[in-house]
């Protein structure tokens, strides 16, 4: 399993385009993968007859480095491979579930004996952190004594059982006492518990095919793009001092100028003009074209912007490269090819790594404004709301004052207090507004 992105970690086997025994040359699909960002093609690095087909269709989860075929030289006799040793390591693939059958309890490695529901033993309470410790290294809690509040089995009680664990010496701590027999869990709740260390049973599982009870949930599987998601933003959040500026910006000129585009058939939407300013903008503040790797800040040379997307899988940012450089047309073209690849699962790696800049709209669907999460290692987003019309007091050559309305949108700027302060964060959001309610100003840059 070959990594596909900087950030993955693991991928799912969605399709083999070959089949044992078929030939194969360098640069050949060979199968589609799906990684945290998108579905991507393997092709082979090698010429040779694929001999065997390790991790099937429909896996995952298979982590990289994992053997998932075998490849052997024109002339050898492919259906007499030998399988290496590690070939077969199931702890690295979780292979797909059979139509109509019960989902497999998990991979099929050592694991902790499992806390069976039986009349007179105490089933253990564990908080998510604690159960993760002792899911990851097979420890059993029910020889201890939780400390939690209404005897919940803390993170710090796990930490403690893996110290005592890899000092090889017994648990000092209090050994749980059985209390007096207790009632049998309902059959439908035992079932629905999957893993190793059951949850409370309140709420309990709704079970498939039986009207949910009052009170259950159902889980839903996590797949890779949402788990990165879910990863990197809570590494923004918690890693990157954001600073947050709005600006309400006249669109009337932009509005006007892509009627007239619409006339000559040129269609292109406000979100293209947005682009555009913004390149123009950051071209005219390069310092706000920058990035922070954790040590220095590097201002980078060429103008890509991450467009924010979203699909089924989640939220991906497909970039377009050298914006400055390219006109609202061309700009408009790759906006939509991008998109369409993002929903498609289709982008290429180079399609939407990198970037130094991201833009967010969200005035489609009828929000006003909000503000984005930046998206590592960038310093800056803009949140672009929905267009309003609005009542605004003007002077007329003659010096009357008079109520003229005006389609107004708000955009916001979050920015990276570390590498863009709150004068050059002000002084960008001044110079875009003033782009985008002149522009002109886009064909002279």
């Known amino acids: 399993m070959p990594a596909l992105s900087p950030t993955m970690e693991e991928g799912n086997i969605v399709k083999w385009l070959k089949k ?43 982590r990289l480095g994992s053997l998932i075929g075998l ?7 492919w259906k007499q491979v030998e ?28 694991a902790p ?5 039986q009349p007179g033993k105490l089933q253990v309470r ?16 029910s020889n201890v004594t939780p400390t939690g509040p209404r005897g919940i089995f803390t993170k710090e009680d796990a930490l403690k059982l893996l110290q005592q664990k890899q000092k090889g010496k017994p648990s000092e701590l209090k050994p749980v006492v059985s209390p007096a027999p207790a009632a049998v869990p309902s059959p439908s709740l035992a079932t629905a518990v999957t893993s190793p260390y059951p949850r409370p049973a309140i709420p309990p599982v709704s079970t498939p095919g039986q009207p949910a009870a009052l009170g259950t949930f159902t889980e839903i599987p996590a797949s890779n793009i949402r788990r990165v998601i879910a990863k990197r933003l809570t590494e923004s959040k918690t890693t990157i001092p954001h600073a947050y500026a709005a600006a309400d910006c006249a669109i009337d000129a932009v509005l006007k100028l892509r009627k007239e585009l619409a006339k000559d058939d040129i269609k292109v939407s ?24 954790g040590e220095v800040c590097r201002r980078l040379q060429s103008i890509d912007i991450s467009i924010a997307v979203a699909t089924d899988r989640g939220l991906i940012t497909p970039i377009i490269k050298d914006v400055a450089a390219k006109g609202i047309k061309e700009i408009a073209a790759s906006a939509k090819a991008l998109a369409k690849k993002a929903r498609d699962g289709k982008l290429l790696p180079e399609e939407y790594q990198g970037g ?51 389609q107004l949108m708000t955009v916001t700027l979050s920015s990276d207090g570390r590498v863009v302060d709150d004068e050059l964060a002000s002084k960008f959001l001044e110079t875009l507004k003033a782009n985008i309610e002149n522009p002109i100003r886009l064909a002279l840059n």
């Open 20 to 62: 044992e025994g078929d030939t194969v040359n360098v640069g050949d699909a060979l199968c589609e993968i799906e990684t945290d960002k998108a579905v991507v093609t393997m092709e082979s690095s090698d010429d040779g007859i694929l001999a065997k087909i390790l991790v099937e269709e429909g896996s995952k989860n298979v």
């Open 71 to 77: 490849l052997v030289e024109e002339g050898q006799d």
């Open 83 to 110: 399988m290496p040793a590690d070939a077969g390591d199931p702890s690295s693939v979780a292979p797909p579930a059979p139509a109509g059958a019960s989902p497999p309890a998990g991979p099929a490695v050592s």
């Open 113 to 117: 004996p499992k806390l069976q529901h």
């Open 126 to 141: 564990l908080s998510p952190a604690a159960r993760n410790i002792l899911e990851t290294h097979g420890l059993d809690p």
């Open 270 to 293: 406000v979100n293209d003009f947005i682009i555009k300013a913004t390149a123009v903008t950051l071209k005219q503040m390069p310092d706000v074209n920058v990035t922070w790797d």
């Open 356 to 406: 130094s800049f991201s833009i967010s709209n969200l005035g489609m669907f009828g929000i006003s404004d909000f503000t984005a999460v930046i998206n590592p290692p960038q310093a800056c987003i803009l949140a672009v709301g929905r267009a309003r019309p609005e009542l605004k007091i003007v002077e007329d050559e003659e010096g009357n004052e008079k109520l003229e309305q005006h």
